[in-house]
């Protein structure tokens, strides 16, 4: 048996090793927001705060085949207006534009029953492939999207 302090009394109660973690935990996510470079963070693992990053109710969005990551993203982005963030692309290499995510979103690891921490090698790559915020424009019938760095990080 374990023993574990207790924040309320200071004292050391039993920890039994069969029970439930807790409710509440943080997770590594890349979390991108219009017009700002992707990021790395750490969000709490919870309902209601996957709302709260995505600013309303969560979809959850699979366009990486090679491996368990998903984009969890505001449900009814493009419906409210939300300003249009990031495209995804068929491949790494800006190929076919498959989607455009509108407002904030968060890509993490979707391989068990909730959404988990990705791995270092994963915070990295896709912080590198979403790193740019992006302008949208209609050009011969197509939308295309042009990355830009933000005002406030170019050097000056």
Same mark, same amino acid.
């Given at each position: +048996?374990?023993?574990?302090?207790?924040?309320?009394?200071?004292?050391?109660?039993?920890? *039994?090793?069969?029970?439930?973690?807790?409710?509440?935990? @943080?997770?590594? =996510? =890349?979390?991108? @927001?219009?017009?700002?470079?992707?990021?790395?963070?750490?969000?709490?693992?919870?309902?209601?705060? $996957?709302?709260?990053? =995505?600013?309303?109710?969560?979809? &959850? $969005?699979?366009?990486? @085949?090679?491996?368990? &990551?998903?984009?969890?993203?505001?449900?009814?982005?493009?419906?409210?207006?939300?300003?249009?963030?990031?495209?995804?692309?068929?491949?790494? *290499?800006?190929?076919? +534009?498959? *989607?455009?995510?509108?407002?904030?979103?968060?890509?993490?690891?979707?391989?068990?029953?909730?959404?988990? #921490?990705? #791995?270092? @090698?994963?915070?990295?790559?896709?912080?590198?492939?979403?790193? $740019?915020?992006?302008?949208?424009?209609?050009?011969?019938?197509?939308?295309?999207? =042009?990355?830009?760095?933000?005002?406030?990080?170019?050097?000056?």
């Amino acid at each position: +048996m374990n023993y574990n302090q207790s924040k309320d009394s200071g004292a050391f109660k039993p920890h *039994d090793e069969n029970a439930a973690q807790p409710l509440y935990r @943080e997770i590594s =996510v =890349v979390l991108c @927001e219009p017009g700002k470079l992707a990021k790395a963070a750490t969000i709490e693992a919870s309902l209601e705060s $996957y709302q709260k990053t =995505v600013g309303g109710y969560i979809e &959850v $969005y699979y366009p990486f @085949e090679e491996e368990p &990551v998903c984009i969890v993203c505001n449900e009814e982005g493009k419906i409210n207006g939300l300003p249009l963030n990031r495209a995804v692309y068929a491949d790494p *290499d800006r190929g076919e +534009m498959l *989607d455009i995510i509108a407002g904030k979103f968060f890509v993490c690891d979707c391989s068990g029953e909730n959404f988990g #921490s990705l #791995s270092p @090698e994963q915070l990295r790559r896709y912080t590198e492939m979403f790193k $740019y915020p992006e302008r949208f424009f209609r050009m011969d019938n197509e939308i295309r999207a =042009v990355p830009f760095l933000p005002e406030k990080d170019r050097e000056r």
